[in-house]
Antibody, heavy 124, light 106 residues
Framework: EVQLLQSGGDVVQPGGSLRLSCAAS????????MTWVRQAPGEGLEWVSS????????YYADSVKGRFSVSRDNSKNTTYLQMSSLGVDDAAIYYC?????????????????WGQGALVTVSS | DIQMTQSPSSLSASIGDRVTFSCRAS??????LAWYQQKPGQIPKLLIY???TLHSGVPSRFRGSGSGTDFSLTISSLQPEDFATYFC?????????FGQGTKLEI
């Protein structure tokens, strides 16, 4: 069974930093791209960042580019989202999600498994 | 960037009803369209990908259709557990944008 266990959510002051973690089990983590999606309270889903299975490629939404950094440690089956210069607009539940396929020749990126979410609150 | 627009934003229906939601892309995305269901306080759940392919374990009352710019999700006979918010997502190229969602209410 695929499991994505998230940690790191917290209350942070505006301008502060935070690192989220997502520990995976139940599948060959090394083979799958991973993604972060966020959801502000009462709002929709917003794609934030993705990282390829081998860390060679990273992608960011314009709203977080230059402030957030995605990484992964395949030896620990864990992906991370390092967030800095946080503002009130970054307050949300952050989900990690697993790409639907490990086949890099197949285009596209949608998500068949999701973590439980980590709440990030930005407040002074 | 391609924008994804869902309509309506909310919809009221009854058990047994047939309902259809719309998702429109600002440019063609072939069939690179997924649908997710999210119930209050829960994580999103994949329903459909490639515009019309049901994900494993999803009941057959869910049906997706469309290609290019216009897509729809139909639930043929609403069950109590179907009341939720539904999101579409384009997944052809970066950014992998979601629609704003359609909330299905009793």
């Amino acid at each position: 069974e695929v499991q994505l266990l998230q940690s790191g959510g917290d209350v942070v002051q505006p301008g502060g930093s935070l690192r989220l973690s997502c520990a995976a089990s139940g599948f060959n983590f090394n083979d799958y791209a991973m993604t972060w999606v966020r959801q502000a309270p009462g709002e929709g889903l917003e794609w934030v960042s993705s990282i390829s299975h081998d860390s060679e490629k990273t992608y960011y939404a314009d709203s977080v580019k230059g402030r957030f950094s995605v990484s992964r440690d395949n030896s620990k089956n864990t992906t991370y989202l390092q967030m800095s210069s946080l503002g009130v607009d970054d307050a949300a539940i952050y989900y990690c999600a697993k790409r639907h396929t490990n086949n890099v020749a197949v285009p596209g990126n949608f998500f068949d498994s999701w973590g439980q979410g980590a709440l990030v609150t930005v407040s002074s | 960037d391609i924008q994804m627009t869902q309509s309506p934003s909310s919809l009221s229906a009854s058990i047994g009803d047939r309902v259809t939601f719309s998702c429109r892309a600002s440019q063609g995305i072939y069939n690179y369209l997924a649908w997710y269901q999210q119930k209050p306080g829960q994580i999103p759940k994949l329903l459909i990908y490639a515009a019309s392919t049901l994900h494993s374990g999803v009941p057959s009352r869910f049906r997706g259709s469309g290609s290019g710019t216009d897509f729809s999700l139909t639930i043929s006979s609403l069950q109590p557990e179907d009341f939720a918010t539904y999101f579409c997502q384009k997944y052809d190229t970066v950014p992998w944008t979601f629609g704003q969602g359609t909330k299905l209410e009793i």
